[in-house]
């Protein structure tokens, strides 16, 4: 089962899922049309709907993502984040079902950077706080699988995301400011899937980092993107996170990940932007 199945990842996981038997689950909008409605935020429908398919593992990748939203309603972050990967989590536990839970290099204050699974997370917004708590309530059930991810990006219907978004700004020649002291492990979504589905064939347990492998700050990525789809670099210019208005809740400096442990395990690797981005080009017939 995926949760969340209509978002960028949720997506690329049903699409990588061919060879799996899947129960798509969604909460607004189905972006297919056998996923099934189910408010993650509702126990007895969660206990209901989960004990009618009964799977053998739920890839949890329902979120409430949007940070400045999580730090402006946190009633409605913690609901999502909180109580909805509770409600999963109680589910998978009643019925001896392996979860899967998708977190984030936000869970960590950006101090240090490049962080391993053994740092110890402190995270500076409340949507890394509730993502935290979420890693909580999985990690009580022994078999479990928790993966930290960063910086999704790839072609989605639906939501824009950091490339989507340049790529757009550039095509219509629109100067943008990209901050050039804020750092990543930007991650396609599409090579996440693989790696995540990979994981759990191999019966993987405990924590991960499951990102791309390479650090780089969100003014490089911008430039990067520029040059992979033939655009204009000299429309992206360079700000600092201090004088950028636009952010309502604060941002890790250098949240970039380590992926070193899931390297020695998979056969599949996590790519670096420049393999990311151009696999995004070959998906993309209009550039």
């Given at each position: 089962?995926?949760?969340?199945?209509?978002?960028?990842?949720?997506?690329?996981?049903v699409k990588a899922s061919k060879d799996h038997e899947v129960i798509l689950t969604h909460s607004t909008r189905p972006l297919l049309p056998n996923s099934v409605k189910m408010n993650?935020?509702?126990?007895?429908?969660?206990?209901?709907?989960?004990?009618?398919?009964?799977?053998?593992?739920?890839?949890?990748?329902?979120?409430?993502?949007?940070?400045?939203?999580?730090?402006?309603?946190?009633?409605?972050?913690?609901?999502?984040?909180?109580?909805?990967?509770?409600?999963?989590?109680?589910?998978?536990?009643?019925?001896?079902?392996?979860?899967?839970?998708?977190?984030?290099?936000?869970?960590?204050?950006?101090?240090?950077?490049?962080?391993?699974?053994?740092?110890?997370?402190?995270?500076?917004?409340?949507?890394?706080?509730?993502k935290l708590e979420g890693e909580k309530h999985i990690a009580k059930i022994k078999d479990h699988l928790i993966v930290r991810t960063s910086v999704l990006y790839g072609w989605h219907?639906?939501?824009?995301?950091?490339?989507?978004?340049?790529?757009?700004?550039?095509?219509?020649?629109?100067?943008?400011?990209?901050?050039?002291?804020?750092?990543?492990?930007?991650?396609?979504?599409?090579?996440?899937?693989?790696?995540?589905?990979?994981?759990?064939?191999?019966?993987?347990?405990?924590?991960?980092?499951?990102?791309?492998?390479?650090?780089?700050?969100?003014?490089?990525?911008?430039?990067?993107?520029?040059?992979?789809?033939?655009?204009?670099?000299e429309l992206v210019k360079p700000i600092k996170m201090a004088e950028l208005k636009a952010w309502v809740a604060r941002r890790p400096r250098d949240s970039s990940l380590r992926v070193?442990?899931?390297?020695?395990?998979?056969?599949?690797?996590?790519?670096?932007?420049?393999?990311?981005?151009?696999?995004?080009?070959?998906?993309?017939?209009?550039?």
């Amino acid at each position: 089962m995926i949760t969340g199945s209509s978002g960028l990842l949720g997506s690329k996981l049903v699409k990588a899922s061919k060879d799996h038997e899947v129960i798509l689950t969604h909460s607004t909008r189905p972006l297919l049309p056998n996923s099934v409605k189910m408010n993650i935020t509702d126990e007895n429908e969660v206990l209901r709907i989960i004990g009618k398919f009964k799977p053998d593992v739920v890839i949890h990748t329902a979120a409430e993502t949007d940070v400045d939203k999580c730090e402006v309603d946190k009633e409605h972050a913690w609901k999502v984040n909180v109580e909805g990967t509770k409600n999963i989590a109680k589910a998978c536990a009643e019925m001896g079902i392996k979860p899967v839970y998708v977190s984030t290099d936000y869970v960590f204050n950006g101090e240090k950077g490049l962080y391993d699974e053994e740092d110890e997370p402190k995270p500076i917004n409340y949507y890394g706080l509730t993502k935290l708590e979420g890693e909580k309530h999985i990690a009580k059930i022994k078999d479990h699988l928790i993966v930290r991810t960063s910086v999704l990006y790839g072609w989605h219907r639906l939501k824009k995301n950091f490339v989507t978004w340049v790529l757009e700004s550039l095509k219509q020649k629109k100067q943008i400011t990209v901050v050039d002291d804020h750092y990543n492990s930007p991650t396609l979504a599409d090579n996440l899937a693989e790696l995540l589905l990979e994981a759990v064939e191999n019966g993987l347990i405990g924590l991960y980092h499951i990102a791309g492998r390479e650090r780089i700050c969100r003014f490089e990525f911008a430039l990067e993107i520029a040059r992979t789809f033939g655009l204009n670099s000299e429309l992206v210019k360079p700000i600092k996170m201090a004088e950028l208005k636009a952010w309502v809740a604060r941002r890790p400096r250098d949240s970039s990940l380590r992926v070193d442990k899931i390297w020695k395990e998979l056969k599949t690797k996590p790519l670096d932007v420049s393999e990311g981005l151009k696999l995004m080009k070959e998906q993309a017939p209009s550039f």
